[in-house]
């Protein structure tokens, strides 16, 4: 059995839960908490609790963030744009395991928004062992309207930031992270 509750308490903060639980067993198998901070667009921070029972005990953060704002000069938001040429944003996602004391997954990156382009780079790196990870770097130039050259870190960046939200369209990609796992 799977039940799921989320509590909004407004626009910014939400809070979200859920647990599985094994009726044969009669114990909960999986457990997650997490709060998510969006206080804008492109403005997001969350964080999640996750508990699998006899498996693991992981911490998940995540964010995008214009650099800009953390300085006050953050300009009006574009229709479509962000908020226009010459914004830097950080985003990222570090999943860390309590059990085993280290990151399990660290992706981590700026976005430059130039206006008539963008560009990205973006650091993956992704424990597959105990004693093994893959580890990579993508770069990409999106040039706007046009075309885009080097890796697909755009769909990294959806697949596992929380409610990121392309720099562009303005549209939410959806995360693997907001579905039960």
Known sequence: MLLAARIQWNRQWALDSSIQFNHETRESTRKTIGARYTPGDYKVLSAAYRVQRGVSEQLDLGWQWPLSDLWGSLPERMRAKAYGPGQWYSVGRVNYSI?????????????????????RVVMERRQTSATTRNQKIMFQLEFSGFASLGGNSLKTLGDNIPRYKSLRDGEIVPSSFENYD
């Open 99 to 119: 059990d085993e004391r280290k990151p399990v997954e660290i992706i981590a990156g700026f976005e430059y928004d130039a206006g008539c382009w963008l560009a």
